[in-house]
């Protein structure tokens, strides 16, 4: 297995309290993004429902991806995944075997429903007693948004849907999320293929190697910020002889909404909106490339796989061009 990157999570989770020109607005659990407004306005907070579950997304390529990762003979340690959404992250983390993984969203409630869900994965050694202890999710929830002042709409895990009574919802979508139905068949795409998937988690979160942020891809700053404190870390634990570079990045949609005046969360795009997140991508590749020339970081659509990303370091020409 992997050697982990213990503590981890101490060098990534103090980011959210360092604002950027972007993520200005202080709250309870960390610096947030402010909505588009109009001029004269006072700043309003970015957020919306946590994402769990995948919505509107191509399961078959998650599958073949996922797949094409489990026939890989050896897992070079040191590998680092980086995803927004929901819990499809924890597949790509558990089929990689990553040494660490940071869970990254512009939406501050994703943040909170991540940190949650780290803890459980901390605490329950097995896949069937984080499953039973899902119902538990949308109460914790409910508590913890009090830090973003955010109301109780905030707390829907599948936010395509809605509901005249949330809470109760969550609670039953949470109760059947591997159990029956359609959902049934997202069992791998979530870490819980196997007990050994599952076990590569918990001893993740509870070495503190999972560590979640509040962190926009359109944000230069909060991205340079990012690569100092994961260049620090790795000077810090003795780490300069041993790689440690991005094996897998999922990005969901999120380049689908970069052409509106607006994303998803209310944030303003400005308009060259797509070439600042490949150009942010781009760096913190090149910054954390592995060392084996033949294979590069993974990234990963809504829709598609770059399976794996051949370059010698990673441009943003090269990126645009990759995705045509």
Sequence with gaps: MPKLLEDFESA??????????????????????????????????????????IVGEKLEGHKRA???IRKAETVPEGGIHIGVAGFVNLGYIAANRSSGAILMDSNPVQ??????????????????????AL????????????????????????????YDAPLETVRHKGRILFETGEDQGQMDLF???????????????????????????KDAQGFNQLKTAMEE???????QERQIYVSSFYVSNVLEFLHNR????????MPNARNMVLRNIASL????????????????????????????GVSQRQLHMAMK
């Design 262 to 269: 607006r994303d998803f969360n209310g944030v303003e795009n």
């Design 12 to 53: 990534i989770a103090p980011l959210c309290q360092r604002p950027t020109s972007a993520r200005c607005l202080k709250t309870g659990a960390g610096y947030a993004y402010a909505k588009l407004v109009k001029e004269g306005e006072p700043a309003e907070l970015s957020c919306r429902p946590a994402h769990a579950m």
């Design 285 to 312: 590749l090149s910054a954390f490339f592995p060392k084996a020339a033949d294979k590069g970081p993974m990234l990963i659509t809504y829709d598609r796989t770059y399976n794996p990303l051949q370059l010698d």
């Design 233 to 239: 870390f790795k000077k810090a634990s003795g780490c």
């Design 111 to 132: 943040k909170v429903f991540w940190d949650i869900i780290i803890d459980m994965l901390s605490v329950y050694e097995t896949k069937e007693d984080f499953i039973l």
């Design 191 to 217: 870490g819980m293929r196997t007990d050994e998937d599952y076990t590569h988690l918990h001893k993740l979160a509870k070495v503190g190697a999972i560590a979640a942020l509040t962190l926009d891809l």
């Design 66 to 68: 996922l797949a094409d």
């Design 135 to 162: 119902p538990s999710v949308p109460f914790q929830l409910v508590a913890a948004l009090d830090k973003l002042n955010c109301g109780q709409e905030y707390i829907l895990l599948d936010e395509d849907l809605s």
